[in-house]
């Protein structure tokens, strides 16, 4: 698994440890996010959906999801994030060593 990796001071967020924006991780602590293997298979299936929504349709949906969630299901902000499929789809199987080898396009559907 390649990802690009770049830490810096201001993305993520407080409380997490790595964000995925257009295929490229971002981490403030480069050391901490090498270690958490999970994290990685976490961060590289969000790496397959941008690839597989050609770039531009990832972050659309994922905020769609996101505000639906927010405002239709009226769900407080980590009960929102937990329940977009895209991350349902990359927290289920980030335990799982090979998932990503055997993934098929566009399986975060099935969590829709």
Known sequence: MIMKIIQNK???????LAINIFGIIFTRNKEK???????QRHEYTHTLQWKELWYVGF???Y???YLK???WYKMKHKEAYKNIPFEKEAYYHQEDFDYNLYRN????????
């Open 10 to 16: 201001l993305i993520p967020f407080s409380g997490y």
């Open 33 to 39: 996010l090498s270690k958490d293997i999970k994290c």
């Open 59 to 61: 972050l659309p949906l």
């Open 63 to 65: 905020c769609y999801y």
């Open 69 to 71: 969630n927010r405002f």
């Open 105 to 112: 396009k566009f399986a975060w559907k099935k969590y829709v």
